[in-house]
């Protein structure tokens, strides 16, 4: 499996970049995102929807099978990066040739069902990178090892915990606690949690992870996932 196209230009920026990928996506969760970042990127097909709404993206990456040719033309060659290449989806195309210290997602959750699992698989393979996927309902992220993460929330809020792995953790803010559960996808999971206080901390002996929020909580958690970079 690839991970990358040598010859393949990367997006290196030191600012958010919005990823828009070709799923369902309402135009509040586009116009919340434009609030964070100016900078889009498409996977393949995502580009359409940017071009629908104006938005000019600085690069598509995918090997443009779901791209029409007149859109293609639309972009131009210097911003089309063709990766051929069948053994990773589109949207593991463009992510991996992304370098930001935040990426946030849209066109990735509310669709089919088999290609949320291939998202969720891409985020594990890539859990280094900080990515937050924006649905009309959620927002997801794939919590990094052995590094705590502070989270500014509300009281009452959702809290859900989806293991794709055996692992352990720790926890501080929630209803349930995670402290001593050793959390596994055939044997106990952690979703429909709930907020204790306005600040959620949680810590996870190894990566995969998926930490599934309102997406009221956008801003905060954007935030969250920007000062575990710096820190």
């Not at 709930?194 to 998926?210: D, H, I, K, P, Y």
Request: with cysteine.
């Amino acid at each position: 499996m690839k991970n990358s196209d040598p010859k393949a230009p990367k997006t290196r920026v030191n600012h958010p970049v919005g990823l828009v990928a070709g799923g369902p996506i309402r135009v509040a969760d586009f116009r919340a995102v434009q609030k964070m970042t100016d900078h889009f990127v498409a996977a393949d097909g995502g580009a359409a929807y940017l071009l629908a709404r104006a938005t000019m993206p600085d690069v598509v990456y995918g090997d443009m099978d779901s791209l029409a040719q007149p859109l293609q033309v639309k972009l131009g060659p210097d911003r089309i990066v063709r990766l051929s290449e069948q053994e990773t989806t589109d949207f593991d195309k463009a992510l991996r040739h992304i370098e930001a210290p935040l990426i946030l997602v849209l066109g990735a959750l509310g669709g089919r069902v088999d290609h949320e699992l291939a998202v969720f698989h891409t985020l594990l393979r890539h859990v280094d990178k900080r990515c937050l996927l924006v649905g009309h309902k959620d927002v997801l992220f794939a919590c990094p090892a052995h590094v705590s993460i502070t989270l500014d929330l509300r009281a009452g809020d959702r809290l859900s915990l989806f293991p794709m792995c055996a692992l352990k953790g720790k926890s501080e803010g929630l209803d349930w606690p995670i402290d001593g559960l050793s959390l596994d996808p055939m044997v106990q999971i952690g979703t429909s949690n709930r907020v204790t206080s306005g600040q959620v901390r949680l810590f996870f002996e190894g990566a995969g992870m998926l930490v599934i929020l309102p997406r009221t909580r956008l801003t905060s958690v954007a935030k969250a996932l920007m000062q575990l970079l710096r820190g």
